[in-house]
């Protein structure tokens, strides 16, 4: 079978969640390739728009916010009337023919999209009767984003069963959706032992450790959490900070602490497990992908300030089913970080809640769901 994956550079989720799928394609045999969909309009036109979200996102995130909520309302809006589409569609559209191309020409027996945009170009092409094979979605949040209402994939893979109704509520078939859970890569399925994993990593198993992380794309200011934890902990206390792409985070971290001995400053890295491994609590902001990463190593987690829109989404997913707790604010993350170190019954909790609601090996559920179809020939 030869499959396509179409993702988006908005973020380091969607690239996270296609590629881990592939994993398992790739174990299987498969010819399986990851592309980034708006190159198919030119890399000049992917970079500006990708480019656009990131510093929309880290310096105006309201702004985003209420983007991300007339989204909501012209996708249902859309839904109901039946003849129009959103002006994400007709954008996407915009480099559907070549797409297509490329799918006829290397001859893909299958196209699964984890963003929205190649669901909108795949839904005009399947419109317009230029493909003939089936193309699923693939959710990298808890609820339904928006717009997916307006698209006509074969399948939509969803994070959790409890996050049904959120589709149904937007129009969506319910016939349509997998609860498969959000694809991690398999390195977060197993966990090293802290032990040796904190010896590797110079750390002593008395210390407290709390790993911070502000996603790909380096949002939020850790600097006051930080700061917080430094000045109320004890000389057991641990900081691993990752700052993702966000050199300037990294820098202004790098030279506040730069006599901090507790630090440990970590870029981007693809070492995330292992830090996952090695900390007694983290701290994240409440990207589908960083979460469900969480979920699935099974870590007492903090959730910082969300992107308004589908991270608060997220929060409200996680905290309504005790997987984890949430600070609106740095001072406020800092403050509970302490006390949730202190509180075992709390970590507890949060770690049995997720043990009862993780997903296991949702990649591998996406996979043979896409290998039944293939062999019975169904779309």
Known sequence: MKVLILSCNTGGGHNSAANAIKEVFDERGHFCRVMDALSFGGQKASDLVCDTYIEMVKKTPKLFGEIYKMGNKIGQFNQENGKHRSPIYYVNKLYADALEEYINQNKYDLVICVHIFPAEAMTSLKKHNKIHIPFYFVATDYYCPPMLEETTPDAIFIAHKDSTFTYLKHGVDKNLLIPTGIPVSQKFLTKKDKAEIRKELGLNMTDEVFLLMSGSMGYGDLLDTTRYIFDNGNDNTRIIAITGHNEELYKELESTFKNEKRLILVGFTNNVPDYMDACDLLLTKPGGLSSTEALAKGVALIHTTPIPGCESENVQFFTEH??????????????????????KFLQNQILEAQNNYRCINSAKQIVDYSESRSSTGSE
């Open 322 to 343: 005790h997987l984890s707790v949430c600070a609106t604010e740095a001072s406020d993350a800092g403050r509970l970080a302490l006390a949730v170190m202190k509180d």
